[in-house]
């Protein structure tokens, strides 16, 4: 079946570090692959995307590559603030309905300290 | 509204007790989804509708889960005889067909 694996958390970081959250996705076919965030007290929000192989999402400074060779859809950023702590969800969809019926990991953790 | 809105934010109900959660989707949107997120996990898809009918209930966990769309906007999940495995976050998304949908803040569900 479908799934997505998460390097486990929590992740702890100084500020301006590099951030690499690994993402592993089992699919038959070609899904769509998401990054969301949670930020503490709020909702899910959408980080980025990529709909096909080789495709680069990004968004404020965080990026994704949509790698089929390896299933996976590494995230990635290059200098982390605290402001980006946060839980981190990799998900993946199969529907045409881009977003719909998300197939989520578990979420990792980011803690950014100053 | 300007997003998608829950209610209640949070529940508390003893087991045994109904309960039923609303989500106000976005205007417009067609789709709509409902996941459960229990504690320290990622969502899971519970059902989806596109206007009024439910085309997904999959991944509803048992007869207890009942969900409707009665006029293809606001949305009800509603919890029969609650147990304690029930207590969870429960996330309501819309979207307007292919694009990416937009999550509400949830309704925490605690079961006693």
């Known amino acids: 079946g479908n799934s997505v694996t998460q390097m486990e958390g929590p992740v702890t970081l100084s500020e301006e570090a590099f951030l690499t959250i690994n993402c592993t996705y089992t699919a038959t076919g070609y899904p769509s692959l998401f990054w969301y965030v949670q930020y503490p007290g709020e909702g899910l929000q959408l980080l980025l995307k990529a709909t096909k192989a080789d495709d680069k999402g990004s968004n404020k400074g965080f990026e994704a590559t949509y790698r089929k060779e390896t299933t996976s859809f590494h995230l990635e950023k290059g200098s982390v603030q605290v402001s980006d702590s946060a839980v981190y969800f990799c998900?993946?969809?199969?529907?045409?309905?881009?977003?719909?019926?998300?197939?989520f990991g578990q979420g990792t953790e980011l803690s950014v300290k100053p | 509204g300007a997003g998608v809105s829950q209610s209640p934010r949070y529940k508390v109900a003893k087991r045994g007790q109904d309960v039923a959660l609303r989500c106000d989707p976005i205007?417009?949107?067609?789709?709509l989804f409902w996941y459960q997120q229990a504690l320290g996990q990622g969502p899971e898809f519970l059902t989806y509708?596109?206007?009024?009918?439910?085309?997904?209930k999959s991944g509803l966990p048992s007869d207890r889960f009942f969900a409707e769309r009665p006029e293809g906007s606001v949305s009800t999940l509603k919890i029969q005889r609650t147990q304690q495995e029930d207590s969870a976050v429960y996330l309501c998304?819309?979207?307007?067909?292919?694009?990416?949908?937009?999550f509400g803040p949830g309704t925490r569900l605690t079961v006693l």
């Open positions: 998900a993946l969809s199969r529907s045409k309905n881009q977003g719909g019926k998300l197939i």
């Open positions: 998304a819309s979207s307007q067909g292919g694009t990416t949908g937009f």
């Open positions: 205007s417009g949107h067609v789709s």
């Open positions: 509708f596109q206007n009024e009918a439910q085309l997904d």
